[in-house]
């Protein structure tokens, strides 16, 4: 019985010896994870690198006030080894989101495959941005010419942006004012030709750095609205869209103080 009795414990600390050793080289292993924080915003109304974020020919523009930031998120390289200590850290910071690697970067893809991938997804999002604007103003691309830069910055999340960047440019708030009322306005969402207004990532992870470069506003697709309320600095006002007409009303609305303005 004496034997039974302690033959248990004894076994279970043999067993422990690998468990521990197995959790130590994990400890340093590659796991297929990327680590992402809160990345640099940009102000569409701007510059970026010198230049204009959005120059317009073939139509007179307005001069501005108040900032449109289009908000971005920076993760581990796609050939980056992220080990069991940084994804640990990464669940108990609210300023790291751990996401599969596959997830972030195209599987197999190559680190200049992936950044002629993610360039892509930037192009078709400008023409898409500049489709919608134009499409909302009733002007036509024939006879209004669009140039977006924005150096190396990939992916389609900034279509929103674009597309309220260049409504502000060309018409304001439709009434001889900003459409961002003098506000610094910051913001994330895909858009399509017809003002469609698509979930993106990181959204928590946006809103933290929107707050950080003093946004007060915050516009996040409809759908991420839990996503964006998790980790959202107290007192910054989030507004949900589902497409370019609602963003921009819901602009209007809190420039004007008049309408009602929806909330997460």
């Not at 946006?206 to 996040?220: M, N």
């Not at 991420?224 to 007192?235: L, N």
């Amino acid at each position: 019985m004496l034997l039974s009795r302690f033959s248990r414990p004894v076994a279970l600390g043999v067993c422990a010896v690998p468990v521990v050793a197995l959790l130590a080289v994990a400890g340093f292993a590659p796991l297929p994870f990327a680590v992402a924080q809160p990345g640099p915003t940009t102000d569409v109304l701007g510059d970026s690198k010198g230049k204009p974020v959005i120059e317009i020919s073939g139509a007179p523009t307005r001069d501005t006030s108040g900032k449109l930031r289009m908000v971005t998120i920076v993760a581990t390289g796609p050939d980056a080894q992220v080990s069991l200590g940084d994804v640990v850290d990464g669940w108990f910071r609210t300023d790291r989101a751990v996401m599969p690697h596959d997830s972030v970067y195209p599987s197999g893809g190559s680190t200049k495959e992936i950044e002629q991938h993610n360039l892509g997804e930037m192009k078709k999002s400008q023409d898409s941005a500049t489709a919608a604007a134009l499409g909302y103003l009733g002007k036509s691309p024939a006879d209004v010419k669009v140039k977006l830069q924005l150096g190396d910055v990939g992916g389609p999340s900034a279509g929103l942006f674009f597309s309220l960047g260049i409504i502000d440019k060309l018409d304001g708030n439709g009434s001889g004012g900003d459409l961002t009322g003098g506000r610094s306005i910051a913001g994330t969402g895909t858009i399509t030709a017809g003002g469609k207004v698509g979930a993106v990532g990181g959204v928590s992870l946006k809103t933290q750095a929107a707050w950080r470069d003093g946004a007060k506003v915050f516009l996040v697709p409809k759908a991420e609205c839990g996503d964006a309320t998790s980790e959202a600095p107290k007192g910054l006002r989030l507004i949900p869209v589902t497409n370019l007409k609602g963003a921009v009303s819901a602009l209007t609305s809190l420039e004007s103080g008049k309408g009602s303005v929806p909330h997460c």
